[in-house]
């Protein structure tokens, strides 16, 4: 019964000691499609140098902390370890073809957790507008109203955005809700006619 109870502490710290090793920047860019690709893109964001000196790493963003939906992100990453065996992405030119379906695939983990990660450092209960400029402000307040998700409006935070993203299409829906923004065109566009006080915009 002993031997059970050792052996069955050696297995679950086993275990641990491996999620968290593969939870760390330097395993997420081990392979070269990572560190040529995606880590070169995020070294030029705010999420790698900022003047609060406060870092997101790979993990951080891509992985969940807590525990359950941690190891079941770690299941799903198998998949990953197959495409790397087989060389789906292993040239740029192969990332490339890939990129929009590899980033739609994150995108539509992160609508389904609600941005659970993003959240981890950014949430709207936390944020204080007031110290936002007027359009953060108002589209944040937005987005709580039509129960959008981080990653709604901010794909391509932290990589380059893939040649095949409709950006006006995300401008058409923005326009398309512009009357609960409240927010004059001047706001947006620069050297616009901006109203006077009592003037409705």
């Given at each position: 019964m002993f031997l059970?109870?050792?052996?069955?502490?050696?297995?679950?710290?086993?275990?641990?000691?491996?999620?968290?090793?593969?939870?760390?920047?330097?395993?997420?860019?081990?392979?070269?499609e990572m560190e040529q690709n995606v880590y070169q893109e995020y070294k030029n964001t705010i999420h790698y140098s900022n003047s609060t000196g406060v870092r997101a790493t790979c993990p951080e963003c891509?992985?969940?902390?807590?525990?359950?939906?941690?190891?079941?992100?770690?299941?799903?990453?198998?998949?990953?370890?197959?495409?790397?065996?087989?060389?789906?992405?292993?040239?740029?030119?192969?990332?490339?073809?890939?990129?929009?379906?590899?980033?739609?695939?994150?995108?539509?983990?992160?609508?389904?957790?609600?941005s659970r990660e993003c959240r981890n450092c950014h949430d709207y209960s936390h944020m204080a507008?007031?110290?936002?400029?007027?359009l953060a402000m108002?589209?944040?307040?937005?987005?709580?109203?039509?129960?959008?998700?981080?990653?709604?409006?901010?794909?391509?935070v932290a990589h380059i955005l893939p040649e095949e993203f409709d950006r006006e299409a995300r401008i058409d829906d923005l326009h398309r809700n512009i009357e609960q923004l409240k927010i004059a065109c001047h706001e947006c566009h620069e050297g616009l006619y901006k109203p006077s006080a009592d003037e409705e915009w």
């Open positions: 059970f109870f050792v052996v069955g502490i050696v297995f679950w710290g086993g275990f641990n000691w491996s999620l968290e090793l593969t939870n760390t920047e330097s395993f997420c860019i081990s392979c070269h891509h992985v969940p902390q807590d525990w359950v939906h941690k190891v079941l992100r770690k299941v799903q990453a198998t998949n990953e370890l197959y495409h790397w065996v087989i060389g789906s992405i292993d040239t740029p030119e192969k990332f490339r073809a890939r990129r929009h379906e590899l980033a739609g695939h994150v995108w539509e983990g992160m609508r389904e957790s609600d507008l007031q110290q936002q400029t007027v108002k589209t944040h307040q937005l987005g709580v109203t039509l129960g959008e998700t981080c990653i709604d409006c901010h794909q391509g």
